[in-house]
């Protein structure tokens, strides 16, 4: 099967769950509001952090731990760069745009990226309306009462003393910590792009990347629909404290919330909502991609910080309990097994520096 079939069969499943939503009283929207940010900040972002981890590798020596320390070293920098809520990073792909397009074009890889770029967006607008399908189920049956208990219990243990729920997240007190966390949140989406490019470049199976990534959404649907659970910033948003209102993090959770509700009154809602607590899929896409990049040696290891930061930052902000990232990061593992043996030698070699990502694009493009 072909990226194209693969394509058109997503955009037939995307148009069944769009009348489903309609049968079941909810009036569905294509989520256009994203397609800006993707275009414009999101992909030229990925694709600058996959030139930039070649180019540090390249220029880090021929020693291997060297290269390796750089990348997380580039890593941490991508990690505190990424601010949605900064209007100078938000003007600086005004120039990283142009560039990322001309870089695409030149490599001559155009065609497949923009099919796969169109493949996750029809898929990801898909999972969305299976959520709201799922949310109209979980009416009068969330558990998130029970999960909460174990949730202070935990907390409890950890801090050995009574937790107050009310005003706990972010756990996190300190403003720059919190931002550190924030940004690694939203740092996922980026890194999917990322992920997707290399496996492009390296002619890994592209099916196989999308197979592995839905896989994780699908399992969480089938978990909501047997015991829904939430999270705290929907079930319990006392539980967030007032002075990081303000943020990004919160207008995302209130997003979150007045979509869950909007779906359980079946009226209007926006095409981006999600509400699967557990199991995590920020955590279980945060391993299973850290897995994906193992394609790319210094890729992996420039994204290995982000990554935890990305795990972490699910319970850290508030999003979601403990077990949540528990079962996530169980599901990554899962999904990713038939990924956990070593690279093929031809791929390590291609990656380790020795030859750029955006030349290797381009000598294909060439040889083509």
């Known amino acids: 099967m072909t990226m194209s079939r693969v394509l058109v069969g997503l955009c037939t499943f995307y148009a069944t769950t769009m009348l489903a939503l309609y049968c079941a009283g909810i009036r569905p929207a294509i989520p256009w509001s994203l397609l800006p940010l993707l275009i414009l900040i999101v992909i030229p972002f990925a694709l600058g952090a996959t030139g930039a981890v070649s180019v540090v590798a390249r220029y880090a020596g021929p020693s291997p731990l060297m290269s390796k320390g750089c990348c997380v070293l580039l890593g941490t ?173 919160f207008r995302l959770m209130e997003g979150m919330a007045s979509e869950y509700t909007a779906a359980l009154q079946r009226t209007s809602v926006n095409g981006l909502g999600y509400f699967v607590a557990i199991p995590s899929l920020h955590a279980a896409l945060a391993v299973a991609l850290q897995v994906l990049l193992r394609v790319s040696p210094l890729h992996f290891w420039a994204f290995l910080p982000i990554n935890v930061v990305v795990a972490s930052s699910t319970v850290i902000l508030g999003y979601h309990y403990v077990v949540d990232m528990m079962a996530g990061v169980a599901l990554g593992m899962l999904v990713t097994m038939p990924y956990w043996r070593r690279p093929r030698s031809r791929v390590r070699q291609i990656c380790r520096g020795e030859i750029a990502t955006w030349s290797l694009a381009r000598e294909r493009s060439v040889r083509e």
């Open 77 to 249: 920098m991508l990690l505190l760069a990424y601010r949605l809520d900064s209007p100078l990073f938000l003007l600086s792909h005004v120039v990283i745009f142009p560039i990322a397009v001309r870089s695409v074009w030149r490599s001559g890889l155009a065609r497949p990226l923009t099919v796969m770029i169109a493949a996750l967006s029809v898929g990801y607008a898909s999972i969305w309306n299976l959520n709201y399908l799922a949310a109209v189920l979980s009416k009068d049956r969330v558990a998130d009462a029970a999960v909460k208990a174990l949730d202070l219990a935990l907390y409890q243990l950890l801090f050995r003393g009574p937790v107050d729920y009310v005003g706990f997240f972010p756990i996190v007190r300190s403003e720059a910590l919190f931002r550190v966390f924030e940004s690694g949140y939203v740092l996922l989406l980026p890194e999917i792009f990322v992920v997707s490019w290399l496996w492009i470049v390296t002619q890994r199976d592209p099916i196989g990347f999308l197979r592995t990534f839905f896989t994780c959404y699908v399992i969480g649907l089938i978990v909501f629909a047997i015991y829904p659970v939430v999270g705290p910033c929907i079930q319990f948003p006392e539980s967030f404290r007032p002075e990081f209102r303000g943020t990004l993090t």
